[in-house]
């Protein structure tokens, strides 16, 4: 049941997260949602487009951290680690995904604003040109929100896996 609890949080963390980063990014550029992906929703309200988007992208990289979380926690003869010794992590987790993209996001777009970078994907072509500065923001928002949270991801299961190695009583 405890590797469930675990599983299930960092699924719904991702998720919660993908609506709330979708919500900032929706609201900043709704193309990089309504243009620069498959028409899912029919729909070019920012606010629905980030609720559906933010649960279809983020739900399949929750699981999975979910699943190397769990099993990094519970499974063997080592002392287990539950739901309470997890959960602050991953919300940490969260909140460094939110601040990498914010940051990346800042800069993709500085550095666009300055001629230093193209408009992302070669939408230049398709996005007016008047929100290609916040269609840069997004789009490196975005892809530095899956960079940190497959990085911190992965961490953080390696971390657990040895918090529980030093929980382990020497013979």
Known sequence: MEAFKIVLFAT???ITY????????????????SIAHPPVFPTESPF???LGWGIIATWWVGLPLGIG???AARLGKRPKLGIKALWKPIVL????SAAAATLSGVTGAVLFANGLTPVPGGWDTVIPPAKHVAFTADAWAHSASYGFGL???LFLIVQTFHRRRALTPSA
Do not use: R
């Open 93 to 96: 987790l969260m909140l460094g």
């Open 48 to 50: 629905l487009l980030a």
């Open 151 to 153: 990085i911190g991801g």
């Open 12 to 14: 719904l963390a991702a």
């Open 69 to 71: 979380l769990a099993a």
């Open 18 to 33: 993908g609506i709330l980063h979708d919500q900032v990014t929706a609201h900043l550029c709704v193309e990089y949602f």
